[in-house]
């Protein structure tokens, strides 16, 4: 594991240019893998899940390379083969391949995945997607092994029983070559679901309804990629750098940005009194003060992103008033909690709400970032904070953040990131 020092109390300028969503690359590596040709991605972020999915890609014989944003794969000589279980394990967004593998191979096997630890988050609705195309599902040991008959996948009504964005994803990409027709009812409408049916869309697949509720699938034999697919910008990314401008800059250009994707969260940046200027493609982030306490509720998209309440909630410590948070999605989305109070932050959680009160007073410490967002929370108090802020376990912010350190020095940050071996060399540790 790394570990990232921030030597805070400096002032931010300039601009940063958001890379491609995470949310969304996570889930396009595996769906490359239905295609019969090789596919090309544009603006793929540089991030370590990036390289854990490709590793993955590797132990089933799928050629990959990523170089300046481009990450090219050539599944035409896969073969069904034990994916590696620790890269597995990594990350829970490996689930993809559940789907793809399915509608692949028509079958898959692969370890439980894992990911960040913020509560429970079941797969029985994936399961329940699987099954309704004609699967059988067995859960052992840990390890899940989808099989079908004879007849292989077949068109059907899936009906979500919650708004799911790994679970529409998954239906999608085991339905698109599935014989007839699939209609997904109650079906998560983010940003990046439309990303992944466009891409297999241009591909030759006939999805249509991505980004409502109800999503309809014409299963096609073969999907051929003609053209280089750009991933959309990362819209959790960009909040989290318009909060940061807000809490500690002295004005900030947030470039890249699909501002109609972060109308939730800006909406709530400007009730809050930050005078933000929306451009088409960028956002403006003058310095702000005399801000004023906001009440936070997370939903699905459009709503409020779940994984926006913790990158906003330093922002909040600037407030004249308490704030509250209230995570309908994951509400044990609080393990930044402890490690903030560390900090000097005034910071509760109290049934089921997270009560944000002024802290003027933060001091640098030694934290721990146990996941993405958590991490992200505590590198923008950190930048706020007097002193210096060592993070461990650093390596959950590299997961999910595209070159962070380059992007928070152009802004003037005083940022680092040291192996823990290096540590040990110097005597730090």
Known sequence: MKK????????????????????????????????????????????????????????????????????????????????????????????????????????ATLSFPGGDNIGPRPIDQHIKAFEALGASVEEHD??????????????????????????TINSILAAVKAVGTTVIENAAKEPEIIDVATFLNNMGAHIR????????????????????HTIIPDRIEAGTY???????????????????HLEAFTAK????????????????????????????????????????QQPLTPLLFRANGSSVVIDTIYPKRIMHIAELRKMGANIRSEDDMIVVDPSEELTGSQVQAGEIRAGAALVITGLMADGDT???EADNILRGYDRIVAKLTALNADVEIVSKESLVENGQD
Do not use: C
């Open 390 to 392: 060592e993070i461990e």
């Open 269 to 308: 940046m400007i009730e809050m009194g930050v005078p933000l200027e929306i451009n088409e493609d960028s956002i403006y982030v003058p310095r702000s003060e005399n801000l004023k306490p906001i009440r936070i509720k997370t939903i699905p998209f459009p709503g409020f992103a779940t994984d926006l």
């Open 242 to 260: 318009l909060s940061m401008a807000a809490a500690v800059g002295d004005g900030v250009v947030i470039k890249n940005v699909i501002p109609e």
């Open 4 to 107: 990232m020092i921030i030597h805070g109390g400096r002032r931010l300028s300039g601009e940063v240019t958001i890379g491609g969503a995470k949310n969304s690359t996570v889930a396009l590596i595996p769906a490359a893998i239905l295609a019969d040709t090789p596919v090309r991605f544009d603006m793929v972020p540089d991030i370590l899940d990036v390289h854990n999915l490709m590793l993955i890609l590797k132990s089933m014989n799928v050629h990959s390379t990523f170089e300046d944003g481009v990450l090219t794969i050539d599944p035409t000589e896969i073969v069904e083969a034990p994916l590696p279980s620790k890269a597995i394990k990594s990350l829970r967004a490996s689930y993809y391949f559940m789907g793809s593998l399915l509608g692949r191979f028509q079958r």
């Open 142 to 167: 840990g390890t899940v092994r989808i099989t079908t008959g004879p007849e292989g996948l077949h068109g059907a009504r899936i009906f979500l029983d919650m708004v799911s964005v790994g679970a």
């Open 209 to 228: 309804g991505a980004g409502t509720d109800v999503i309809r699938i014409e299963g096609v034999p073969t999907l051929r990629a003609m053209n280089t």
